[in-house]
């Protein structure tokens, strides 16, 4: 599967943002997704994830209640809504993919993940 990210930017603190990835194949309903962010000189670090149903999520407890995840599986697109924004929330955003049988499973770390995007910038300024 391919994943192309979009929807970053530049946002006052704050603000809001949407973003998202658009996956290629048609076995996107068999894919749990997730989002992970890389700041400037640090290690990439898990943000959210949703199982392949939709119905499960998990997140980072830096972004509890200031972010959601979810996902179309006919728009085969998962997105990431980002309130409240902050400047320590500004990074390199990257989805992710992983195939699974699992319907609500979901997963935080890189190294459950197949597959990635090219990452989208999200700058958030003070």
């Known amino acids: 599967v391919q994943l192309q990210a979009s929807g970053g930017g530049l946002v006052q603190a704050g603000g809001s943002l949407r973003l998202s990835c658009a996956a290629s194949?048609?076995?996107?309903?068999?894919?749990?997704m997730g989002w992970f962010r890389q700041a400037p000189g640090k290690v990439r670090e898990f943000v959210a994830a949703?199982?392949?149903?939709?119905?499960?999520?998990y997140y980072a407890d830096s972004v509890k209640g200031r972010f959601t995840i979810s996902r179309d599986n006919a728009k085969i697109t998962v997105y990431l809504q980002m309130n409240s924004l902050k400047p320590e929330d500004t990074a390199v955003y990257y989805c992710a993919a992983r195939p699974t049988s699992s319907i609500n499973g979901y997963y935080e770390t890189m190294g459950e993940y197949d597959y990635w995007g090219q990452g989208t910038l999200v700058t958030v300024s003070s």
């Open positions: 949703v199982s392949r149903s939709g119905g499960s999520t």
């Open positions: 194949g048609r076995t996107f309903r068999t894919y749990a």
